[in-house]
Nanobody
Framework: VQLVESGGGLVQAGGSLRFSCAAS????????MGWFRQAPGKEREFVAA????????YSADSVKGRFTISRDNAKNAMYLQMNSLKPEDTAVYYC????????????????????WGQGTQVTVSS
């Protein structure tokens, strides 16, 4: 099973980026999927997650109104549209998947979520 992130890079403050997470090796039916990030010298933190059924979402307060999570179950893929980026959004971003977990529960389970991608770097310059 593999989760592969793409779309990271360097962007100026106020700019936008769009991440993709491609899942392979199995069908992620009944898996919630989410995004986490880890800045240098800081612990990993929850960003946003989306459920399998109904596509309900849950986001951290720090990104509400700026980041939008979505998924395409037919393609086994998840996306994160990031707008109005700030320097404090600089981090390595990871996608994750967890079986039968609600979007909100992924934020609680943190590092106990089942599958993880390798991470992709985002740097926001001021």
């Amino acid at each position: 099973v593999q989760l592969v992130e793409s779309g990271g890079g360097l962007v100026q403050a106020g700019g936008s980026l769009r991440f993709s997470c491609a899942a392979s090796g199995r069908t992620f039916s009944n898996y919630a999927m989410g995004w986490f990030r880890q800045a240098p010298g800081k612990e990993r933190e929850f960003v946003a997650a989306i459920s399998w059924i109904g596509g309900s979402t849950y986001s951290a307060d720090s990104v509400k109104g700026r980041f939008t999570i979505s998924r395409d179950n037919a393609k086994n893929a998840m996306y994160l549209q990031m707008n109005s980026l700030k320097p404090e959004d600089t981090a390595v971003y990871y996608c994750a998947a967890d079986f039968s977990t609600s979007a909100q529960a992924m934020g609680v389970r943190m590092n106990y979520n089942e599958y993880w991608g390798q991470g992709t770097q985002v740097t926001v310059s001021s």
